[in-house]
């Protein structure tokens, strides 16, 4: 293989695919990065095999072939480049780049060694502008659950409908949801739980300077996201998801009204002392007196109390929370104003924007 191409070209691919690059050690050839010439392009592949990425970037092919080489060596080489014409060639299972006044020669692995990214059979189920998609996805991905004992929480369920994708995600504790209009869709609707992993994986994959539409395929037990430079095949996570419609209330005891910027900082500043406990924040709703009270303490290092205006209708009540998901929420809502509403001491309560957003974001008080 012999090939030219550019110095940032090659540094954006490497970075982009490097994001699905696995670190298991008893299988070397997962840590490396696959390059291979493929209509007239260089092809870049990684994968941990539970997500794969393809990338094509544009070059002078000289000669036709593949390698693979080690993904984090290569990348950082790669980067420390000046910003001119790379030449790689592939000698005797090295990899040989000249740039410039640079030379390098890394030892590869035979390609034949790397896993196969399946070609999923594609069955597109809709086309959405990557801007609007990465906007909510951001917005939801971060509710999913760590542990993963139940593996359909560590996901983010996507539901495919007419015109829109519903994305949601919940650790049981908390809940968010965020919707994508104007999609262009096919087929019958259908939802499908995504590896909160790979939505994060996509985020950065397909991030800044990344612009037009997003085709999302789906097969049985697979799903790809592309355009026309990049490819992310990821598994679907399998089971059940909960109907987190229930979750939401349809009504609420006590609403609010704040102003975000002091909410979040009222919420910010009380948390100082929280996290010396339990990051337990109580919030009291005073109805006459149009404020609400955030009340924190710890043995440790004492206690605190701030005031905040409010807009409140509805019943005064007292309510404890995890100070951390509350900012979690307050920083996914982007709006002047928020409603904070709540259904007493143990039942959920729900935060979003004063009007005109469909996310909304749910969280369960923390019961004494």
């Not at 996201?225 to 005891?253: A, H, M, W």
């Amino acid at each position: 293989m012999k090939i030219t191409c550019t110095q940032e070209n090659l540094n954006k691919g490497l970075s982009t695919v490097n994001q699905a690059v696995g670190t298991d050690t008893t299988l070397p050839v997962l840590s490396n990065v696959l390059l291979k010439t493929e209509g007239g392009r260089l092809k870049l592949s990684g994968t941990d095999l539970e997500t794969g990425v393809n990338m094509f970037i544009g070059g002078k092919v000289v000669k036709e072939g593949s390698l693979t080489v080690p993904a984090k060596l290569l990348g950082e080489y790669v980067n420390s480049l000046p910003s001119s014409q790379v030449v790689l060639e592939v000698k005797d299972g090295k990899l040989k780049l000249g740039c410039e006044n640079f030379s390098a020669s890394i030892n590869g692995i035979d390609s034949e060694e790397f896993p196969l990214i399946p070609k999923i059979e594609k069955k597109e189920v809709c086309r959405v502008n990557v801007d609007d998609f990465k906007k909510v996805a951001e917005k939801v991905v971060f509710a999913a659950a760590v542990d993963e004992s139940r593996p359909e929480l560590s996901g983010v369920l996507m539901s495919f409908t007419n015109s829109s994708i519903a994305m949601a995600a919940t650790d049981s504790y908390r809940l968010a949801e965020g919707i994508v209009d104007n999609v262009k869709t096919m087929g019958k609707p259908k939802s499908s739980i995504i590896p909160a992993k790979t939505v994060s994986e996509l985020l950065h994959i397909f991030g800044e300077n990344v612009d037009g539409d997003l085709v999302i395929s789906v097969s049985e037990n697979q799903i790809m996201f592309q355009n026309s430079d990049i490819s992310v095949v990821s598994r679907l996570v399998e089971g059940q998801y909960p109907d987190y419609k229930q979750i939401i209330p349809d009504k609420f005891n006590t609403e609010g009204i704040f102003k975000r910027d002091e909410l979040l900082k009222g919420i910010k500043t009380t948390g100082l002392f929280a996290k010396h406990g339990s990051n337990d924040v109580k919030l009291e709703f005073n109805v006459p007196g149009g404020e609400t009270i955030l009340y924190a303490s710890s043995s440790q290092v004492g206690k605190n109390f701030s005031k905040l205006k409010s807009k409140i209708k509805g019943e005064t009540t007292e309510v404890i929370f995890n100070y951390r998901y509350l900012l979690d929420g307050l920083n996914n809502i982007d709006s002047e104003k928020v409603r904070l509403m709540v259904n007493g001491s143990s039942g959920p309560a729900a935060m979003k924007a004063e009007s005109g957003s469909k996310y909304i974001y749910v969280i369960m008080p923390i019961k004494q």
